[in-house]
């Protein structure tokens, strides 16, 4: 379980993918070094910290609305590298807060971040496995799990479990679903305009096929609202959050989308038009004025959805 990257969604290329969201686990690619993954998914996390840190807003309103409170402990199951879990931290600044994840490495750089920006007293790191390890992990008054459910083949199964850590008056929080990111306006100055729909409609044939290979595969109408409810919570309510960069642009920005299209050309190769394939080799071209790492139009602008829902006290 790790933030999403590439496919991750915990953000990144697709609604479903990045990072928001990283990504052993399913989100953790074989052919990928997990240093340069870590990379990768951290890099992805601080460009989308501020749409975070407002959903952390939002879930702190909801908790003090329905009478939770501040949580004094909190669960980021699927931390990756723990970016999401020191901000969870600053957000929550009486809580124990606990990075949750399947893979050592990408847990030994969350408490490597923690200790960094002086947190190591409040976060902590456990490796575990959604939603087989999850009955373990106690209890906690906010339970935060972004781009992490939809690599698990029950996706009611794994919600359940999550559910199951919340105590009463707490929250789980759920990022998935969301609007793919945007990079370049759709006529970039050469090959067919809309490379970026045509991507996406890939993506989401790709992103079928990885859910489809998944070990026990069930299939189920992705409301998430409806799932957080058969899971045994109340919702109360989905939120989206913009992430708009442009110039000037951080060199960041542009290394993320490189590392996106990059992907998605390694992913979609077979499938790609001759043409579409010709204009991305353009774009990854880190000597041309006409790449994503020089051109004066890229910009980031996604939307990442965070679905939450409560514990009512019995």
Do not use: C
Not at 6 to 12: D, I, S, Y
Not at 60 to 65: G, K, P, Q
Not at 132 to 147: E, F, H, I, N, T
Not at 158 to 182: I, N, P
């Amino acid at each position: 379980m790790s933030e999403r990257h590439g496919h991750h969604h915990a953000h990144g290329e697709h609604g479903h993918e990045g990072h928001a969201g990283h990504h052993g686990h399913a989100g953790h690619e074989p052919d990928l070094d997990w240093r340069e993954m870590a990379e990768a998914l951290e890099t992805e996390a601080e460009l989308y910290a501020d749409g975070v840190r407002l959903m952390l807003g939002w879930l702190d309103e909801v908790l003090n609305t329905t009478g939770g409170g501040s949580p004094e402990r909190v669960l980021d199951v699927g931390s990756g590298p723990g970016i999401n879990t020191t901000l969870l931290a600053e957000a929550f600044p009486e809580a124990q807060v606990v990075a949750v994840d399947g893979s050592p490495e990408l847990l030994e750089r969350a408490a490597h971040h923690a200790e960094r920006l002086g947190l190591a007293d409040r976060i902590s790191t456990r490796r575990a496995e959604l939603p087989q390890d999850a009955a373990g992990l106690g209890r906690a008054g906010l339970v935060w799990s972004s781009r992490v459910v939809h690599h698990v083949g029950d996706q009611q199964q794994a919600l359940k479990a999550l559910a199951g850590a919340v105590e009463d008056g707490g929250a789980l929080a759920v990022v998935e679903g969301g609007l793919s990111a945007r990079y370049l306006p759709r006529d970039i100055g050469f090959g067919r305009p809309g490379l970026a729909t045509r991507l996406e409609a890939l993506r989401e044939e790709w992103f079928t096929r990885m859910r489809d290979g998944l070990p026990g595969l069930v299939s189920v109408v992705e409301h998430w609202p409806a799932l957080l409810a058969e899971a045994g919570l109340r919702p109360v309510g989905s939120r989206t959050f913009l992430t708009e960069i442009r110039d000037p642009l951080p060199a960041a920005v542009r290394r993320h989308v490189h590392g996106q299209l990059t992907r998605s050309r390694e992913r979609l190769a077979e499938e790609l038009e001759s043409d579409d394939l010709a204009t991305l080799d353009r774009l990854l071209d880190e000597d041309s004025p006409e790449g994503v790492l020089h051109r004066p139009d890229l910009f980031l602008l996604t939307a990442n959805t965070v679905h939450a829902a409560v514990r009512d006290p019995s």
